[in-house]
C-alpha cells in the first residue's frame, strides 16, 4: 500500500436485516484516503455515504445491521473491522474523530464545555486535568472562540449554532486524530455561518495535517474544499475523482445531474433550477440493473438488466455507467 495512504476501504458491504428484506445500504465500497487529504463523499439521503463512514467506525447498530464483507486497514497495518472492543474504543476519538450535523449529538447538555473536554484529554491523551484545561482552552482559540479562558466554563446551550459547532470541532481535534469524519457538520446552519465552519476545518485541517472524510448531500459544500470526489447513489460508488475533474468534466449522467442541480451565481437564471426527476431506488433485494436507469436521460436497454462495473479511466479515474466502457 502507497505509504501515503491512512485508510484503505476495500469491498465494504453493510447490509441490515429488515421485516420487508435485507437493505444492501452499502454495497462494496473501495476507497483510499491520503495523508492530509480532504474528501467528500457525495450523494442523496440513502446512497450509503454515512453507513459506510458509520461502519469504519463500527457504529453500526447490530442488530439489525452487520459489516458482511470487506476490509479497512488504517495506517497500512491494522484491519478496524478485525479489532477488539478496547482497540476500537482507543481508535475513536483518539485517532478517527468525528463531527455529526448537530452537535448535541457529541456535546452533553448538562455538563461544562471544560468537564467535557478535559475528560476526553484525560481518558486519551493520559493528561493531567491541569494540561487538559490549557489545552481545552487552547483549542477553543483555535477554532475562534472568543474569551476561550472564560467560555470555557460555558454549558452548550450558552453557544449559539455556528459556536457550538466550533466547540465539537475543537474538541474532535483536541486528540490529533489523523482522521476527521464531518457527517452534514454545516447543514442545520444558515449560509453565512456555513461558510465559516467549512473554511475553519479546511485550515485546520491543513495546519494539523488531520484527513478529512466530508460527508455531504450538497455537492456545493465539497466544490472547491475537496481534493478527491467521491459520488455515491444506492450503496455504490458511482463516480470517483479529483474535484477538478468531477466539476470540470462529470462523467456519470448523475454527477452532471447533481452539479446542474447546483444554483451559480454566475451563469445568468434561465427559468426554474434544474432538478434530477424521480426518487433514489428502493435498495431491497435490488434487481441486477443500473439503480439509477429509471431517472438516466441515456438510458440503454442494457442498463435495465445488467449491472454496470467500475471502468477506471486515466489518471485514476473512476465511473460506474456502460457510456464509458472501453474507454480508457
Ligand atoms: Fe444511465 Fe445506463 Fe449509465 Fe446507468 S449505466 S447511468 S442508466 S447510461
Known sequence: MNNDVILKVDGLKTYFNTDDGIVKAVDGVSFELKKGETLGLVGESGSGKSVSNLSIMK??????????AGTAIIDGKEDIFTMTEAQIREL????????????????????????????????????????????????????????????????????SGGMRQRV??????????????????????????????????????????TAVIMITHDLDVVAGMCDTVIVMYAGRIVEK????????????P??????????????????????????????????????????????????????????????GREVRCFLYEGDK
Do not use: W
Open 92 to 159: 475513536r476519538g483518539n485517532r478517527i474523530a468525528m463531527i455529526f450535523q448537530d452537535p448535541m449529538t457529541s456535546l452533553n447538555p448538562f455538563l461544562r464545555i471544560s468537564t467535557q473536554m478535559i475528560e476526553t484529554l484525560v481518558l486519551h491523551q493520559n493528561m493531567s486535568k491541569k494540561e487538559a484545561l490549557v489545552k481545552s482552552i487552547d483549542m477553543l482559540e483555535l477554532v475562534g472562540i472568543p474569551h476561550p479562558d472564560k467560555r470555557v466554563h460555558d454549558y452548550p446551550h450558552q453557544f
Open 241 to 252: 475523482g479529483t474535484n477538478d475533474e468531477i466539476f470540470d468534466d462529470p462523467k456519470h
Open 59 to 68: 457504529l453500526i447498530p447490530s442488530p439489525p445491521g452487520k459489516i458482511m
Open 168 to 209: 465539537m470541532i475543537a474538541m474532535a481535534l483536541s486528540c490529533d486524530p489523523e482522521i476527521l469524519i464531518a457527517d452534514e457538520p454545516t447543514s442545520a446552519l444558515d449560509v453565512t455561518i456555513q461558510a465559516q465552519i467549512l473554511e475553519l476545518i479546511q485550515s485546520l485541517s491543513k495546519r494539523l495535517g
Open 254 to 315: 448523475y454527477t452532471r445531474g447533481l452539479i446542474k442541480s447546483v444554483p451559480r451565481l454566475d451563469r445568468p437564471a434561465a427559468g426554474r433550477l434544474f432538478s434530477i426527476e424521480g426518487q433514489p431506488p428502493n435498495v431491497i433485494d435490488l434487481p441486477a440493473c443500473c439503480p439509477f436507469h429509471p431517472r438516466c436521460g441515456e438510458v440503454m436497454a442494457k442498463c435495465k438488466n445488467i449491472t454496470p462495473g467500475v471502468t477506471k479511466l486515466e489518471n
